[in-house]
């Protein structure tokens, strides 16, 4: 009966079901594509928004930890991001260490963070969690805006001085987007497995029934607390490391830029949009609302990759009526999401396929009375 | 002396937040929805006041109506516009997951703020030329009053601020509308027994709750500036007095809007960078240790 709590932790294999290995063939086949798409197209536009999108991946990931299987609604989780990006910032500009250490470093710290946080709003549910969880943030945000001394307020921090990777006999340059594009194709990669592995591990158990019934599961003996803390700690972590990454691949940081509300809010729509609370979600939200955030932000883009001439008229009616306004978009799909689809795509996808599959059995049985 | 003027400032002040933590707590009170697209529904407000004052958008470059007027025209279309976004989104959901309620008006909030980004840029807007009759510049005119001075712009907003709650309490205890608003409240399912048009009585309450974020939008408006995000300040803002206040509890929450108030305006006296600060960790002090806020029932 006095099993450790490390042993109940060990994740228990799955037993593959029949279309999995149909599944890791397709996602093989993606991610080579995607290791390949770099050399295929050199654009700097397309790596960057490629960098970008495994970046917002990496985020709705983490977020999917706490909100999807723990479902604790974070609306702050720019407060772990932004303590990855300042650490990792700060390390380099003033103790001018290199950002590959200082990002470990930014994850510590956002681990960190949320233990604090965590301790202070996972006394509170549903709504007073989620107006707790911004507050958070926000004193974050005003807190680093207001002690000028140390963090430079308002103005925030721009890389002054890149230093160069020297491993594995070769040189990686931090101001080539590729190394950032391949950097965090591989850190989503982590991120999707991280997802998947706490889905399928006691922990993960733990955290889903915390999500369907906090005071059962207590009853039961699972300690509502700390397994929402370990849950925003994993959460936390990879966001901070997202954070870290960002602040070297845009070279400039800001406290409204990195605690913002508007971060927050990004993350939370990315698994919503997607789909809450499963492993392909945050990865459709990603790539449908990421894209399209770009492209209505520098339609001029899509011109450079030769998609469209500069000079036509999606570019200019874009840049003339809908720049800027990306979040309109996010706006008009959420609320599309919300009101016809709350399971997200992914929820809409599964519900087509399954009445394809009830349509195809059903149609079995009329040419074979026994089957049925 | 200073101590006591900075009191009466935030005062003065907390009358108009009091207007806008009334509309969210009724709304919270009668939907149970936390309405986060109230910051926005004050940022039409400002918005609607200040295009009544500049006049050229309508094509009335010679209109200049001062923003206790438009007080008038803000509170019917902010009404109008309430009831509508009530009627075809928030009524959807109103059995659905909190989160999901909560995202939906996110949502509305971002349409909001972007398709007057889309329209008016992200310029700030303020009452440029805004003059008195005799000629002096309105907002920073001041008068005395028991050897402290008040701002005149402040003290008539906070007087509009009290008429208008006054009349909402009416309404809302003598009136029988205002006391089926009152019972849907208390027990939705009670109250549809009864024979209360719940759904009704929640457009309503919508409606009115985006009366006064619009009014105490054309408020903010005569010392504050107007730009497409300026929402998102008084959302936040807004949680805090209902928090404060005690959720669904409107004495609370004209309390809690003078609370916030006088204490932006006493730390402004020290330090007006860590106004914010102090508000924000009264708010999350207040969560830990009376999440029900100062007057409302528990609801953990």
């Known amino acids: 009966v006095n099993r450790s709590p490390a042993m109940r932790l060990l994740p228990t294999l799955p037993r593959p079901r029949g279309n999995v290995w149909i599944g890791l063939l397709v996602g093989a086949v993606v991610v080579v594509a995607l290791a390949i798409f770099p050399q295929l197209v050199k654009k700097p536009y397309a790596i960057n928004m490629g960098a970008m999108l495994f970046l917002a991946i990496i985020m709705g990931q983490a977020w999917n930890v706490i909100g999807g299987y723990a479902g604790q609604y974070s609306v702050g989780h720019a407060a772990y991001f932004g303590a990855g990006a300042y650490t990792t910032m700060m390390l380099l500009e003033l103790n001018q260490i290199a950002p590959w250490w200082g990002i470990w470093a ?22 007073y969690f989620v107006l707790a969880s911004i507050s958070m ?21 721009v890389v002054s001085k890149m230093p160069k990777l020297e491993a594995f006999g070769a040189t990686f340059s931090l101001l080539d987007k590729r190394t950032f594009y391949y950097a965090t194709l591989v850190l989503a990669l982590v991120a999707i497995l991280v997802n998947w592995l706490v889905q399928r591990s006691k922990l993960g158990y733990y955290f889903q029934a915390i999500r369907e019934d906090q005071d059962a599961a207590h009853s039961l003996g699972i300690n509502p607390t700390f397994y929402k803390s370990a849950a925003l700690a994993i959460s936390a972590a990879l966001t901070a490391l997202a954070g870290g990454i960002q602040a070297m691949l845009l070279k400039v940081i800001t406290p409204d830029g990195v605690f913002g509300i508007d971060l927050s809010v990004q ?34 883009g899509l011109a450079q990759i030769g998609l469209v001439s ?15 306004a990306h ?17 997200g795509i992914l929820g809409v996808i599964r519900r087509i396929a399954a009445r394809l599959r009830r349509r195809r059995a059903s149609g079995q049985p009329a040419a074979n009375p026994a089957g049925a | 002396m200073a101590f006591l003027q900075a009191v009466l400032n935030g005062i003065l002040v907390g009358g108009v937040y009091a207007l806008i933590g009334i509309g969210l707590t009724l709304i919270f009170g009668v939907m149970r929805v936390i309405n986060f697209a109230h910051g926005e529904l004050l940022m039409l407000g400002m918005y609607v006041t200040w295009i009544l004052f500049d006049g050229t958008v309508i094509g009335l470059p010679w209109l200049h109506l001062s923003p206790f007027m438009a007080v008038l025209v803000v509170i019917p279309l902010l009404f109008l516009w309430g009831a509508f976004l009530q009627k075809v989104f928030i009524n959807r959901v109103l059995n659905a997951l909190p989160q999901n309620q909560i995202l939906l008006t996110i949502g509305l909030g971002l349409i909001m703020s972007n398709a007057v980004l889309l329209r008016f840029t992200a310029d700030y807007r303020i009452l440029t030329g805004w003059k008195a009759a005799d000629g002096s510049d309105w907002a920073s005119s001041t008068f005395e009053l028991l050897g402290l001075s008040l701002s005149k712009v402040n003290s008539i907003s906070f007087l509009i601020a009290v008429a208008i709650t006054v009349a909402l309490y009416l309404f809302l205890i003598k009136t029988d509308t205002g006391q089926a608003i009152r019972a849907t ?23 009115i709750g985006s009366a006064l974020a619009g009014t105490a939008g054309a408020l903010t408006l005569t010392t504050y500036y107007a730009y497409p995000y300026v929402g998102s300040v008084f959302n936040l803002k807004a949680f805090v007095i209902v928090v404060l206040g005690g959720m669904g509890s409107i004495i609370g929450a004209t309390l809690g809007g003078i609370l916030v108030g006088v204490t932006e305006s006493l730390t402004g006296m020290v330090d007006s960078g860590l106004k914010e600060i102090v508000v924000f960790a009264l708010f999350l002090a207040l969560l830990l240790f009376k999440p029900s806020g100062l007057l409302g029932k528990s609801r953990m």
């Open chain 1, 310 to 324: 500069a000079d036509s008229g999606f570019v200019q009616f874009i840049e003339a009526h809908l720049s800027n």
């Open chain 1, 327 to 343: 979040l309109l978009v996010y706006g008009i799909l959420v609320v599309i999401v919300i009101l016809f689809a709350p399971d």
């Open chain 1, 267 to 300: 993350v939370v729509l990315i698994c919503i949009i997607g789909g809450i609370g499963t492993i392909l979600g945050p990865v459709i939200g990603a790539a449908l609302l990421i894209p399209l955030a770009e492209m209505l932000r520098n339609p001029r």
């Open chain 1, 106 to 127: 930014g994850m510590v710290n956002g681990v960190l963070v949320s233990l604090v946080i965590g301790t202070i709003t996972f006394r509170l549910r549903g709504p």
């Open chain 1, 137 to 157: 943030a926000e004193i974050l945000r005003y807190g680093f805006l207001y002690f000028r001394n140390a963090t430079k307020g308002a103005e925030g921090f």
């Open chain 2, 185 to 207: 409240a208390q027990d939705r399912d009670a109250a549809q027994l009864m024979g209360i048009n719940v759904k009704r009585m929640s457009v309503l309450s919508f409606g």
